[in-house]
C-alpha cells in the first residue's frame, strides 16, 4: 500500500492549517506551521489566486491527509455517502470519523491516527472482546473499543491517557481509562467531529 513518508509538517503548510498530524507537538512552540504560516517551496511566500476548482481540490485534499486515505478509498466512502440518505458531505466525513483507527485516536490510546493505526494493524486492539487488525473497519452505537489484556503495559499508552483531558473526547464516546476501554454512544453528528472543513466543497468536486 501507498505511504506518506515526507514531511508531515509540509502537509499542514500546504493546506494553510494545522491538521495535528504529529500529536503533542503540535500544541507546542515547535510545530512548524507556528514559524512558517506558508506553503513550502521556493514559490511558497507568493500571493496566488485560487480558483474554485483549486478551494474544492484542496479541501478534499485536507480532509484525506487527516484521516489518512488515498484517493481511490476516499471516493469509495464518497460515493457510499452519496447514496444514503442524508447530507452527503456529513455522511462522508461520519463515515471517516467511525474508521477504527479514528475513533482509537479520539479516544486518547493514540496520540494521533498514525499511531492509532498502528495500533490496530498489530493487533493490540479488540471490538467487542474479539481481536480487530483492520483499520478501515466501521465501528457502530454500541461498540466496544479496548486494549488487549498483554498490551496495556505499552509505557506511551498510559502517557497518552493522562493526557486525553487536554485534548478532550467526543460527546458521542465514553471513556473508560482505568479499564483502557472506550464505548460508541452514537453516531458523531457534524458539530462532534472537530474538523475545520468545508465538506460542501468536496461534494461540489466530485459532481462535476
Not at 175 to 180: G, K, M, R, T, Y
Request: hydrophobic share 35%.
Amino acid at each position: 500500500m501507498a505511504r506518506y513518508r515526507e514531511a508531515l509538517c509540509r502537509l499542514c503548510r500546504r493546506e494553510g492549517q494545522k491538521l495535528f498530524l504529529k500529536g503533542d507537538r503540535c500544541y507546542t512552540d515547535k510545530c512548524a506551521f507556528e514559524r512558517r504560516k506558508y506553503p513550502p517551496g521556493q514559490h511558497g511566500t507568493s500571493r496566488v489566486k485560487i480558483s474554485d476548482y483549486g478551494l474544492q481540490l484542496r479541501e478534499k485534499q485536507k480532509v484525506k491527509r487527516i484521516y489518512g486515505v488515498l484517493e481511490k478509498q476516499f471516493r469509495r466512502y464518497f460515493k457510499e455517502a452519496q447514496k444514503k440518505k442524508g447530507v452527503t458531505g456529513e455522511l462522508l466525513l461520519q463515515f471517516l470519523e467511525r474508521r477504527l483507527d479514528s475513533v482509537v485516536f479520539r479516544a486518547g490510546f493514540a496520540v494521533n491516527i498514525r499511531q492509532a493505526r498502528q495500533l490496530v494493524n498489530h493487533g493490540h486492539i479488540k471490538v467487542n472482546g474479539r481481536k480487530v487488525n483492520i483499520p478501515s473497519f466501521r465501528v457502530r452505537e454500541g461498540d466496544v473499543i479496548e486494549l488487549k489484556e498483554e498490551s496495556r503495559k505499552i509505557p506511551f499508552i498510559e502517557e497518552n491517557l493522562s493526557k486525553v483531558e487536554h485534548r478532550g473526547v467526543p460527546e458521542w464516546l465514553e471513556l473508560d481509562a482505568e479499564n483502557f476501554r472506550a464505548k460508541v454512544l452514537s453516531l458523531p453528528t457534524r458539530e462532534q467531529i472537530p474538523l475545520d472543513v468545508k465538506e460542501h466543497l468536496i461534494v461540489e468536486l466530485y459532481s462535476k
